[in-house]
């Protein structure tokens, strides 16, 4: 079982910048690919970055391609998502989560899940 912890949410103004961390505890994510995933009010999951075990292959969902960075230290069982020049639109509840298999920017491939971080940017 691996249990995620998500931090480094808040409240910041459009133009501005957050980093989230993802803490992994339970078992080492050895294997897993790591993603973040955000959910608006009134809208869907949707995925935002993902990276796998190598380091060798990252996607990004496209509105979000050179302001936002994903980073893994596998030796800390951490992951990080760097987030700049931030919109009003980016608004929503961030959820770290890992995935054995599948494509990573499928959110069923995924199976642990965090309880989520509030990132609100006011503009």
């Known amino acids: 079982q691996v249990r995620l912890v998500e931090s480094g949410g808040g409240l910041v103004q459009a133009g501005g910048s957050l980093r989230l961390s993802c803490a992994a505890s339970?078992?080492?994510?050895?294997?897993?690919?790591m993603g973040w995933f955000r959910q608006a009010p009134g809208k869907e999951r949707e995925f935002v970055a993902a990276?796998?075990?190598?380091?060798?292959?990252?996607y990004y969902l496209d509105s979000v391609k050179g302001r936002f960075t994903i980073s893994r230290d596998n030796a800390k069982n951490t992951v990080h998502l760097q987030m700049n020049s931030l919109k009003p639109e980016d608004t929503a509840v961030y959820y770290c989560?890992?995935?054995?298999?599948?494509?990573?920017?499928?959110?069923?491939?995924?199976?642990?899940w965090g309880q989520g971080t509030q990132v609100t940017v006011s503009s």
């Open positions: 339970g078992r080492t994510l050895s294997n897993y690919a």
């Open positions: 989560a890992a995935s054995s298999y599948g494509d990573m920017r499928n959110g069923g491939y995924y199976d642990y």
């Open positions: 990276i796998n075990w190598r380091l060798s292959t990252i």
